[in-house]
Structures are given as C-alpha cells and as structure tokens.
C-alpha cells in the first residue's frame, strides 16, 4: 500500500512572508500524481496544486509552488507572500490508478 | 470545472437506524469513487475504493456489512451506513476520479457530516 507523510503537524508564517510545508510518500507505481489540498473550516477539499510524477518540472500556481524530487519521494509546497486567506490544514495526497491517499495534515497558521 | 454533489450535507440519525449518502459526479463520468471519513482534527481516512460495475474495495479495519458502497452507474456511488451508532459519528466525503484515460484527477463532493443519537 502506498503512504504520504507530513511531519509538521502546525506551522506558522508571517503575513508577505515565505513558508514550506513538507511531504514524503511511498510508493511502487511509476504512474501517479501528487496533490495539495487546502482544507479551510468550511471542509471543503480545495486543490492547490497538482504534479504529475513523470514531469520533471516543478508545477507552480501563482504564489504556489512545490519541489518535487522524485528519488527522495518528496514533494514540498512553498507559499510565497503568505495571505491572511492561506490559513488552513493542508494535506498531501498522492493519487494512482485506484488509490488516493492522504497525509496527517498540516494546520497553518498565518500572523498578520 | 468538474462538480462532484454529495448529499445530504449534514444529517442527524438515531442509533440503530442507516443513513445513506449519495455522491454524484455532474458533469464527468467517474469510473472511481473514493470514499473517506474524516475524524475532528484528522486527517482523510480511505475507507472503500469503488468501481462502476464491480464490488467495492474495503480498507483493513472497516466493515463492509456495515458500509455497504454501491456504485450503479458512472455518475453515482452511494455510502450506506448501517445500524448507525454514536461512534459511527463524523465527516465523510466522496472522491471521484475522472475518468478518461489518463485522467489523473479527483473531485471532491461537499462532505456530509453524521450525527448518530
């Protein structure tokens, strides 16, 4: 079975300020897609960002962005310019033929 | 964009009845519909994977007399939960994935949240 890891269950960034949220997953597929997901209270899953697993590139989103490295199974998002709005859990989520699992979450905490 | 419409969004049941939830993808056929749970301050607990046509995949630990998943036709899968009780309680949202080839994407329904009395 696959897994998705998330070690930083809180984090907290200054408003205008930069932060990165980790993710480490496993895997035997070589076909698969990574996600980050925003969950505000509301609960309603927001896509963030998406990465296909046989891209190289990076995919990046406006102030969204992710490190990928694909032998390491880590995929990181970067928040620049963090938002008062940006405050939420975030959760990684890798995504193959029949399987879609989440990490543990992250809580951010944005301080104006 | 896609749409995935779960209904209810929130019910209240009393112990020993079923509840069922319905997850519909509107504008997309999904040939697999993922089912969660989600506990206060949890994350996203896969509980069943289902596939148009076929019997769902039930995760280790969750019983699927008690969960029954029906997944009829391309754009509806449905969640049954059985003689509800009080721990039966919390969020479950469906997942649908697209599903042209290739597709690798999932849509989140709106989340229904159970309360068991």
């Known amino acids: 079975a696959q897994t998705v890891t998330q070690s930083q269950p809180e984090m907290s960034v200054q408003e205008a300020e930069t932060v990165t949220l980790s993710c480490t997953y496993d895997?035997?597929?070589?076909?698969?897609?990574l996600f980050w997901y925003k969950q505000p209270p509301s609960r309603q899953m927001i896509l963030v960002i998406r990465?296909?697993?046989?891209?190289?590139q990076n995919a990046t989103e406006n102030r969204f962005s992710v490190n990928f490295q694909k032998a390491a199974k880590s995929f990181s998002l970067k928040i620049s310019d963090s938002q008062l709005g940006d405050a939420a859990m975030y959760f990684c989520?890798?995504?193959?033929?029949?399987?879609?699992?989440f990490g543990a979450g992250t809580r951010l905490t944005v301080k104006p | 964009g896609a749409v995935v419409s779960q209904h209810p969004s929130w019910v209240i049941c009393k112990s020993g009845t079923s509840v069922k939830i319905e997850c519909r993808s509107l504008?997309?056929?999904?040939?697999?519909m993922f089912w969660y749970r989600q506990f206060p301050k949890q994350s996203l607990m896969l509980m069943a994977t289902?596939?148009?046509?076929?019997?769902?995949?039930?995760e280790q630990g969750v019983e699927k007399d008690k969960f029954l998943i029906n997944h009829a036709s391309l754009t509806l899968s449905t969640l049954t939960v059985t003689s509800a009780h009080p721990e039966d309680s919390s969020f479950y949202i469906c997942?649908?994935?697209?599903?042209?080839?290739?597709?690798?994407?999932?849509?989140f329904g709106q989340g229904t949240r159970l309360t068991v009395v």
């Open positions: 997942s649908a994935r697209d599903g042209r080839q290739g597709a690798y994407r999932a849509f």
């Open positions: 895997t035997s597929e070589s076909d698969y897609y």
């Open positions: 990465q296909e697993a046989y891209k190289q």
């Open positions: 989520a890798l995504l193959n033929n029949n399987d879609m699992r």
């Open positions: 504008d997309f056929q999904a040939t697999t």
């Open positions: 289902s596939n148009e046509g076929s019997k769902a995949t039930y």
